[in-house]
């Protein structure tokens, strides 16, 4: 069983390696990859907006897909003191502030409910071959998901493959999917290359 403390120490690190050329290229093609999910006949996409300093996933690139094809985007504002993010509307007009934490977030906008936004693509540190995923251990993305409908897709965004376990509460929710820049892992069916 993965240690938590033990796994985030490590994907850091992982990450701290990576060039910035790397990332970049790295993220374009999980950006491809995401384009074979059968996913593109909804309407609300969430999306996180990486920390450039933490080496996350550069969004950018799927952000262009789902602008591309019209989608409604959804981004999210995170408040450190209640733990809990609200979510608005990525809109022509809407005004990114970078937090103290290094998050672009909206300043403002249309809130959206968490019910209605039918693809959340989640961040990670780590996950494993079943799903279930490590974050910076603030709970954000944990008390979001709970709030989703049962139908929401939630795709986990790595540069890196599946740990074997990561040991997990009963409360975790599971990612449906898993986007690396070689392959797609369904966690519905077998672990495959799409």
């Known amino acids: 069983m993965g240690n ?108 959206i409910s968490p019910e209605i936004i039918e693809v959340i693509f989640v961040p990670l540190l780590a996950y494993d071959q079943n799903g279930h995923r490590i974050g910076y251990g603030k709970g954000f993305y944990d008390r979001f998901l709970e709030k989703c409908s049962p139908h929401t897709i939630f795709i986990g965004l790595s540069f890196f493959d599946a740990e074997p376990e990561i040991f997990s509460a009963v409360t975790d929710i599971p990612l449906n999917f898993c986007i690396t820049p070689k392959k797609i892992i369904d966690f519905q069916n077998n672990p495959l290359s799409l």
Do not use: C
């Open 4 to 111: 938590k403390k033990m796994l985030r120490l490590k994907y850091k690190k992982l990450r701290e390696e990576l060039s910035e050329e790397s990332v970049e290229t790295m993220s374009l093609q999980i950006a491809n990859q995401a384009l074979k999910l059968p996913i593109w006949d909804k309407t609300y996409y969430h999306i996180f907006l990486p920390i450039s300093e933490k080496k996350e996933v550069n969004t950018e690139y799927l952000l262009h897909i789902l602008q591309g094809k019209d989608k409604s985007i959804v981004v999210s504002k995170a408040d450190f003191n209640s733990g809990e993010m609200k979510h608005f509307l990525l809109q022509e007009n809407t005004v990114l502030k970078t937090s103290e934490y290094g998050i672009p977030e909206p300043v403002s906008g249309i809130e």
